[in-house]
């Protein structure tokens, strides 16, 4: 088991920064594959990033390769999302997400473990 808790979104001019925080719960952390989704109003929930167990595999979506990078740092249990560049289009609110995979899996229904997720706004 694993507790998720999100942090650090907020409202955000065009072209500005924000990094994202997801601090995980329990022991097992580095056990974990770990992701970052998103979901705009009356979208699907979509894949953003997703980084490997030990943090040395990392997956973007094409929408923001380039411009957001997914770090984690084991002794602190914490996910980040940095993201620059930011465009209206980021608008959403941010999950992180976790689970026992071997690779990295960029499906949402593949994840079991969802923290409560943090608005970010991105203004023109």
């Known amino acids: 088991q694993v507790q998720l808790v999100e942090s650090g979104g907020g409202l955000v001019q065009a072209g500005g920064s924000l990094r994202l925080s997801c601090a995980a719960s329990?022991?097992?952390?580095?056990?974990?594959?770990m992701a970052w989704f998103r979901q705009a109003p009356g979208k699907e929930r979509e894949f953003v990033a997703a980084?490997?167990?030990?943090?040395?595999?990392?997956y973007y979506s094409d929408s923001v390769k380039g411009r957001f990078t997914i770090s984690r740092d084991s002794a602190k249990n914490t996910l980040y999302l940095q993201m620059i560049s930011l465009k209206p289009e980021d608008t959403a609110v941010y999950y992180c997400?976790?689970?026992?995979?071997?690779?990295?899996?960029?499906?949402?229904?593949?994840?079991?473990?969802w923290g409560q997720g943090t608005q970010v706004t991105v203004s023109s």
């Open positions: 997400a976790a689970d026992n995979h071997v690779v990295l899996v960029t499906t949402r229904h593949a994840y079991g473990y």
């Open positions: 329990g022991r097992t952390f580095s056990r974990y594959v």
């Open positions: 980084i490997g167990r030990s943090g040395d595999g990392t």
